[in-house]
């Protein structure tokens, strides 16, 4: 097709009266290569050239050099590369957790790839447990459950047209160990069906259109490595007792007062919901009915609207959700009997 | 008489011919150049003649010519229109001059412009070139041979 195009431009350029006219349709005839992929494989590349000169007689000969006619072969060449914006926040146990890759076939021909994961690799906190690698098999670059396509390696192989790309997740779960601000890394490489090797390595005959498949500077194994971060709040309880004695001091006797205090302290990324602080009367004493605090603000002890409660046996104080960072602090007290 | 006439008549597309092209050659050769370790581990470029190239390939296109005839050629005029698949790479023989609109208008690089779709024109880059062709201002004289090459990359 490209050839033909040229072959009417080289006898168009011996009729020079028809020269302009030839060209434009010939320009018109050329493909623009809409690939940088490059010249798709098994295209014939072919070189003529043509030389004119004076006759003796005044007129004008022309000569056309010999064909050189050479075949692109196929190049093949996948990257992969992690197209989530930042580490994929998940929680510690979370499960199906995605991670977005983007598998290009960056070759000259139509080419399957057999997808790999990688989960035990350094540089990271955690090894998050890969479930699955899923097709976005309705092409919107999402994660949709149901929807795309788990994948099973020689069954539904992505295949991809030079320059196309698809979108592959890889779903894990992240280790209940994890703590806070973990980093954990997961690999999804894409392997040629033809072949891998150094570049440059060539399979005889595998090519589209007929002719080799060479090894291209990807080696034929793309790859990349994508993070998840787990985010997690944690709580620290610390419990402390203060007495007073009937006759001013601190003397653990009959009718003094022990003021526990609680302080609930959320660290980590995140919050802490329904955060619930319950202590029970210790043996021996008493409560002192409506002796619950928090931050300073006393409480009834009706299970109410406001937050404590006092349930015969013990103490409750509903703190709902707690953001990291913040203390909340409760106190009771009992009569030593 | 009327004998000569005929011959006359014969005679002149006779020299037309022997003139024509028994005395001008023209060959085309193109070579992929490929760096590979040379002796002592030095990078060279090897030149080979291919049969199979592969995107992104850098191809030397070499046009040789030659004057058989007994006359000095004048006017000696060589085009080669770039190869579709092949980008135009520069390192051209000089006094080369160039087309980027499938041959319809001629001129060194730097004063062709390329319209563009938006509107206006900008100034052709070597990706741009259609043809390549070299007017030789002086004749070629007989028996005399030579040369003229270009580099390009297989796209």
């Given amino acids: 097709m490209r050839y033909q195009a040229m072959g009417a431009e080289s006898s168009a350029f011996v ?98 790839f057999t997808l790999g994961t990688v989960a035990a690799l350094g540089g990271d906190d955690f090894d998050p447990t890969i479930t699955a690698i899923v097709l976005d098999t309705n092409g919107n670059g999402a994660y949709d459950p149901g929807v795309d396509t788990v994948y099973v390696p020689g069954t539904n192989d ?3 047209a030079p320059d196309q790309s698809t979108t592959v997740f890889i779903l894990s779960t992240l280790p209940l160990s994890a703590a806070d601000g973990n980093r954990g890394r997961a690999e999804l490489s894409a392997t040629s069906k033809k072949g891998t090797g150094t570049p440059g390595t060539s399979f005889a005959g595998k090519g589209q259109g007929g002719g080799n498949a060479v090894v291209g500077a990807t080696g034929g194994k793309g790859q990349a ?28 006797v009959p009718g003094a007062t022990i003021t526990y205090t609680l302080a609930a302290t959320v660290s980590g990324t995140g919050n802490i919901a329904n955060l619930k602080v319950t202590d029970s009367v210790p043996a021996g004493t008493t409560y002192k009915s409506g002796s619950i605090t928090l931050d300073g603000t006393a409480l009834t002890d009706a299970a109410d609207s406001d937050a404590g409660s006092f349930s015969g046996t013990g103490i409750a104080v509903n703190l709902g959700t707690v953001a990291t960072g913040a203390t909340r602090t409760v106190t009771f007290k009992v009569t030593i009997n | 008489m009327k004998i000569l006439a005929i011959l006359l008549a014969f005679a002149a597309p006779a020299a037309a011919l022997a003139a024509g092209s028994d005395h001008v050659s023209l060959a085309s050769h193109v070579f992929v150049e490929h760096v590979k370790p040379g002796p002592g581990g030095k990078p060279e470029i090897v030149r080979d003649e291919p049969k199979v190239v592969t995107p992104g390939d850098r191809l030397l296109f070499e046009l040789s010519y030659r004057n058989a005839g007994a006359d000095p050629a004048t006017g000696f005029v060589i085009t080669d229109p770039i190869p579709a698949s092949v980008a135009f790479a520069g390192d051209e023989s000089a006094g080369a001059i160039f087309s980027v609109d499938g041959g319809r208008t001629w001129g060194p690089l730097a004063v062709l412009r390329v319209a563009q779709s938006t509107g206006g024109s900008r100034p052709a880059a070597f990706s741009d070139v259609t043809h390549i062709r070299w007017v030789f201002a002086r004749p070629i004289p007989a028996g005399a041979t030579g040369s003229v090459s270009f580099r390009g990359v297989v796209k």
Avoid: C, R
Wanted: no cysteine.
């Fill in chain 1, 15 to 112: 009729k020079k009266t028809m020269l302009a006219a030839a060209a434009v349709m010939a320009a018109g005839a050329i493909a623009t290569p809409a690939s940088a992929a490059g010249t798709t494989a098994g295209t014939t590349i072919s070189n003529v050239a043509t030389a004119t000169y004076d006759l003796p007689n005044g007129g004008s000969g022309t000569i056309q050099s010999n064909v050189v006619t050479i075949k692109v072969d196929e190049l093949i060449n996948v990257t992969v590369a992690w197209h989530d914006p930042g580490d994929v926040v998940g929680p510690a146990g979370g499960t199906n957790q995605v991670l977005s890759f983007t598998v290009t076939n960056g070759g000259n021909g139509t080419e399957a």
């Fill in chain 1, 158 to 160: 992505p295949t991809l």
């Fill in chain 1, 225 to 252: 490595d994508g993070f998840y971060k787990v985010l997690k709040a944690s709580v620290a309880f610390v419990k402390s007792a203060a007495v007073a004695d009937p006759f001013g001091g601190t003397s653990q």
